[in-house]
């Protein structure tokens, strides 16, 4: 069973900086896709980035230029580096990670970390 661990946010003034870490664990396996997603209360989760094993990254138009994904030095592991920070960037932010297993792709999710940014 794959875990992911997630570490690093917290609370920042506006135009801040802070670094969410992930570390998947229990696979043998390279994963698929990593990423960051975001929620607030009444809201539905978000696209916030995502990376492949090939580096490949998406992000959300809300993020461009100020936010990058990376793969981190130790296998299946991503990081999410966060810059000019905005109020409106506040949420619980979850790690995703898409695994093959058993001949398919499973998704899975960190129980989230939260991130407050400071007016």
């Known amino acids: 069973q794959v875990q992911l661990v997630e570490s690093g946010g917290g609370l920042v003034q506006a135009g801040g900086s802070l670094r969410l870490s992930c570390a998947a664990s229990g696979s043998i396996f390279r994963y698929n896709t990593m990423g960051w997603y975001r929620q607030v209360p009444g809201k539905q989760r978000e696209l916030v980035a995502t990376?492949?094993?090939?580096?490949?990254?998406n992000y959300a138009n809300s993020v461009k230029d100020r936010f990058t994904i990376s793969n981190g030095n130790a296998i299946n592991t991503v990081y999410l580096q966060m810059n000019s920070l905005k109020p409106e960037d506040t949420a619980v932010y979850y790690c995703?990670?898409?695994?093959?297993?058993?001949?398919?792709?499973?998704?899975?999710w960190g129980q989230g970390t939260q991130v407050t940014v400071s007016s």
């Open positions: 995703n990670a898409v695994f093959p297993t058993g001949g398919r792709l499973t998704n899975y």
């Open positions: 990376i492949t094993t090939g580096a490949s990254t």
